[in-house]
């Protein structure tokens, strides 16, 4: 889908194509803007732009790296320049709308929940997979598929995912919103749960795990630590706008007013008691 093909202010349509979508959140221009910023705040508290254990790869690498759910594109770009002797093949479901790249990097349409993707067997060096929890809906099948795509020995899976905290449920009006987000996230056998159990999916595929961390990190400000302070800061700005997009769209289909449920949203997410939220990396390998 292109981005042209949802004209401006028919909100219709947008709820339409996200509840019909298994990715709630629909690439518009102020999505792709948020998906980029997104990228800087992930970066500062991975401590890279690329991957934390990519170092061992120099700018002479001849490599084919994979980008699974290139979102912006921004990642797949800047490996590309980083690694100009390396080819780079990112995909999502809707297209990319990437407007510098480099020319050794190239974008298709493709959907990680429709296996075969259209990649070729035992492909690829690096495999990139960062933030699809909201879009993938068999998480056995998606990392099978990589399995296959994937060197054997050599080439390397690198997953990045997300656990937000639990959102509250509220009184009566709000508890009402928050069904609906779970029902419809439910209903698309979306899990925002996952993260903590990427190694487990990896070892049930068969994959030998060379890397396995999460990164903590807290909602809101911190006056206490400057540095997670700003971190925290960024990423509540973000988490934010993401929960609320879902909600607004889908309390349209019902006639909800999305304003307290996000205004209770805020207040739990930027408590004295800070909501904690984990990033985990896992790096895999195809050993035969």
């Not at 170092?55 to 912006?72: A, E, Q």
């Not at 100009?84 to 995909?91: D, H, I, K």
């Not at 996230?185 to 396995?212: P, V, W």
Request: charged share 25%; hydrophobic share 40%.
């Amino acid at each position: 889908m292109i981005l042209e093909d949802v004209p401006a202010g028919d909100d219709a349509l947008v709820t339409d194509l996200v509840l019909r979508s298994p990715y709630p959140l629909l690439p518009t221009p102020d999505e792709i803007e948020r998906i980029e910023f997104q990228h800087s705040v992930i970066s500062q508290i991975l401590g890279c732009r690329f991957l934390p254990t990519i170092g061992h790869f120099d700018i002479h690498s001849k490599l084919r790296i994979l980008d699974c759910g290139s979102g912006s594109g921004t990642w797949a770009s800047e490996i590309g320049f980083a690694l100009p002797e390396s080819t780079v093949t990112g995909f999502d479901i809707f297209d990319v709308p990437c407007k510098f790249k480099p020319a050794n990097v190239d974008f298709v349409v493709a959907d990680a929940n429709d296996p075969p993707m259209p990649f070729a067997d035992n492909t690829y060096d690096i495999i990139h997979s960062r933030f699809l929890l909201l879009g993938i809906t068999n998480w056995v099948r998606y990392i099978s598929e990589l399995k296959r795509l994937v060197k054997p020995n050599t080439g390397e899976i690198h997953m990045i995912e997300l656990t937000a905290p639990p959102l509250p449920v509220g009184d009566d009006a709000t508890k009402m919103i928050r069904d609906l987000v779970d029902a419809s996230l439910g209903q698309a056998n979306i899990s925002i749960f996952m993260a903590s159990k990427l190694g487990d999916y990896c070892r049930a595929a068969g994959l030998t795990i060379t890397h396995e961390k999460m990164y903590p990190f807290a909602y809101g400000a911190w006056p206490e630590d400057p540095e997670q302070s700003r971190v925290g800061g960024l990423m509540l700005s973000c988490t934010m706008e993401g929960v609320q997009k879902i909600a607004m769209r889908l309390c349209e289909t019902k006639g909800y007013d999305s304003k307290p449920y996000m205004a209770q949203v805020a207040a739990y997410l930027d408590q004295k008691r800070k909501p904690a939220g984990e990033i985990w990396y896992v790096v895999a390998k195809k050993i035969e």
